[in-house]
Structure formats: C-alpha cells, structure tokens
C-alpha cells in the first residue's frame, strides 16, 4: 500500500509544479496591464460620441436637417412720403412739404417645417409689415431642392415674435424634431442655420451662451417690445437668419434665431427657445389669428431728477423723489392733476428717486391697468389713482438725452 501511495503522490507534487509554472508564464503574457506593483490599472474611457468627433455631428445634423429649412419671402406694399426739400424736412418732418406716393418693397427671412400640415414656423417680424401703414403680400417659401410654393400665414403672435405659414403639405420634407431647452446646457454646441442676407443655407455655428435673456425691439409702430427668457447664442445670427432653427448636435430644435444684441456687438445672438415655440405654436395652430401684444403703459410725463435747480423752482425741501418737467395735454397724467413743478414719490405703493426706474416701472405695465401715484403738489402731498393709457406713436413723449454739459442739472431723459 504504501509503495502505490508514494509514486502517486510524487507524480501529484510534480502536476502542481508544473501547473503552476504554466500559469505564471500565461499571466505574465496576457495580463500584463493588470494593476499590481510595477502596473497600473487599466484606464476606462467614456463610449465615443455616436457620429465620432464633433464636426462629423455637425456636419451630420446640418445634413439633416437642410431640406426642412427654408427661405422665405414676402412682397410688402405701403406708402412713403418723400420730402419736396430735404432741407425743410429737418425742421418740420413729415409735417413738411413733401408728397405720399405708393411704394412696393421686398422682405425676406427663414423659416423650418412644423409639421406634416404644411405648417412653417418663423418669427413675425418676417412676414409682418416691417413699416407702419403697410401690408404684407405673395408670401414665397423655397426649399433647398428649388421647390417654390405659395403660403399665407395662419397665425402670428405679435408679442412673442413667432408666426406659423401654411403651404401645401404634398411632397414636404420632414418636420424638424424640437429639443426640449429647459435642458440646454451653456457651453453645447449651437448651430444657425438660415438664409442670411439672402445667402441660401447658410450654416454658422457657436454655443448656448446663457439663458433667460431680455432684449427689448423696438417695432414699425414705434413700439418697444421687451422679449422675455431668450436664449443667448455666439452662433452668429445675422439679417435673414430670423425665423431659421438654432439645432443641437443631434439636428433637433433648440431655438428659434430672433435677433442680435443692438449696438453692434458680435457673437451675442437670441433665440426663442424650443419649449415656448411649442407652447405658443400649438396654441396659435388651435387659433389662427392674428394676436397683437398689450399696448405699453402710457402715463404722459416727461421725467428727471430733482435737482437744485428745480428744487429752487418748485420750492421742493424733501427727499427723494422724481420730479415732472412737463405733462403731455389730455394724458393720463393731464386728467389726474398731476402738473410741471410736481415730485413723484411713490408709484403703485413703492417709493422711487430715480427717473430711469420709475420709467422702467411705468413701462413694464399696460394699457388700461390702474396705476396710484403719490405726488408732492406745491406743498402738499396726495394720492391719485389713474388709468393708464396706450402709448401714442410718434408722440414727443420718448426718451431724450440728458445734457452732459452739467451732470447735476441733467434734462429729464425718460418719458413714459
């Protein structure tokens, strides 16, 4: 017995050495980047972006999306007054001698498919009258392919700048897919695309620089409309790229391209982001029409602040304050008693000594709310309750500039 379990047991030792040498040699071959003394583990990297690197998805989503964007064009028809001596005109305006005479002009923007209706979202500017008095006519849509068709718009909202053109929806690209833009990110990237300066598919591309912009436009009617929560974007957005689509990396919506910030700055771009181009497109499709924005606040004063000199005019002794320099006949302010010489203390309850925020105050409300004033009258304070009116275009009631000549004697320069 013990002769069979000795040779066995030498042979089971000699297994186990030589299993265990094989091991080693496979280990040290195969799993060479495993992490131990003299290694380092193995790095984990992120799954590529679908599509590979950026520009190839850019260059992807624009491919994509293209044939749903279009150009859009419209005919407006109007009236001009052309002065008979410029030279008067600078004196007296339109008031001057002069002619009116028919005038008939062309506009253009950018527009992407809606839906399979037929329907074009693009902002209202583009197919409203860009000048008073005038209309709107022979609305021409062009798709990148050549294809021409004929719209008519359905519906426009004035105060939030969007408008849906209907055409024939027999042989449409496919409706572009909206992102949801509540969840943007800044710093992704944005791509405009449209027909800028009349340039077909124009592309440029940058990045959601931030949210929750206010831009305020000023309208034909001389009208300032303040556009709320926009999205700002270094995609450069330039004359007829309005109402073309701010896409993502995917080809989905994130915006509507609107404007760029006034004064001549580059690289700062709005747009109406995708979630309220929704919102307002699917209700101006359940109600075609034509809906114009709340006429802007109207109080009929021109304002300043109070300063020594008009404190020695009006026999002003208190704090604070903003003073009245004139009142526009028959304004609200004209019908409530309020006169030059008075001191505006507080409006709506809040107490003010700044002209520029009592103006933003009076501008941020509407045509027709009810507004209480508190004033300082020749000595005497009291309180008004008026009825705001609906600011008149063209009036002389608009901002003027101050005089520079001695900061504490400025001109009043609000008028709301």
Same mark, same amino acid.
């Given at each position: ?30 799993? @060479?980047?495993? /992490?131990?003394?003299?290694?380092? =583990?193995?790095? $984990?990297?992120? *799954?590529?972006?679908?599509?590979? %690197? +950026? ?104 105060? @939030?700048?969007? /408008?849906?053109?209907?055409?024939? =929806?027999?042989? $449409?690209?496919? *409706?572009?897919?909206?992102?949801? %833009? +509540? ?234």
């Amino acid at each position: 017995m013990k002769n069979r379990v000795l040779p066995t047991a030498i042979v089971a030792l000699v297994g186990a050495i030589v299993g265990s040498f094989v091991m080693m040699l496979y280990a040290s071959t195969h799993f @060479a980047n495993v /992490a131990g003394p003299n290694n380092t =583990p193995p790095a $984990v990297s992120a *799954a590529p972006l679908s599509g590979g %690197s +950026d520009q190839e998805r850019i260059i992807s989503a624009v491919k994509r999306t293209k044939p749903s964007v279009v150009a859009i064009s419209v005919t407006v028809n109007g009236k001009q007054y052309i002065p008979v001596d410029p030279f008067l005109q600078q004196f007296f305006g339109q008031s001057g001698p002069g002619i009116v005479q028919p005038f008939r002009g062309k506009a253009s923007g950018s527009g992407f498919i809606y839906d399979d209706k037929g329907d074009i979202v693009t902002n209202a500017h583009v197919v409203r009258p860009p000048v008073a008095n005038a209309t709107v006519s022979n609305i021409q849509v062009l798709f990148p392919n050549g294809v021409k068709k004929t719209g008519k718009v359905l519906a426009a909202n004035i105060g @939030a700048d969007l /408008a849906v053109v209907r055409i024939d =929806p027999k042989d $449409v690209p496919p *409706a572009l897919t909206l992102a949801d %833009s +509540d969840k943007a990110q800044q710093g992704q990237w944005a791509i405009a695309i449209g027909e800028p300066y009349e340039l077909q598919q124009s592309v440029s591309v940058g990045v959601v620089s931030a949210f929750n912009r206010n831009e305020p436009i000023q309208t034909e009617t001389g009208q300032t409309l303040t556009f709320k929560g926009l999205m700002q974007t270094s995609a450069p957005i330039n004359p007829g790229n309005s109402g073309g689509p701010l896409i993502d990396m995917n080809g989905d919506v994130l915006g509507v391209n609107q404007s760029t910030l006034r004064g001549g700055a580059e690289g700062i771009g709005f747009a109406i982001p995708s979630n309220t181009v929704k919102k307002v497109v699917d209700e101006m499709i359940a109600h075609p029409g034509i809906t114009q924005p709340p006429a802007q606040a109207f109080l009929g004063v021109v304002l300043g602040p109070v300063t020594q000199g008009f404190r020695n005019q009006a026999g002003y002794r208190g704090q604070g304050g903003v003073a009245v320099y004139q009142v526009g006949s028959g304004s609200p302010a004209d019908q409530a008693g309020i006169n030059p010489g008075d001191v505006i203390l507080k409006f709506n309850g809040k107490a003010y000594s700044d002209n520029k925020s009592l103006a933003d105050a009076i501008g941020k409300m509407h045509a027709g709310e009810k507004a209480t004033v508190e004033i300082w009258s020749q000595g005497n304070k009291r309180l008004v309750t008026l009825t705001l009116g609906s600011r008149p275009a063209g009036t002389g009631y608009e901002q003027q500039p101050p005089d520079q000549q001695n900061p504490d004697e400025q001109a009043p320069d609000q008028t709301p």
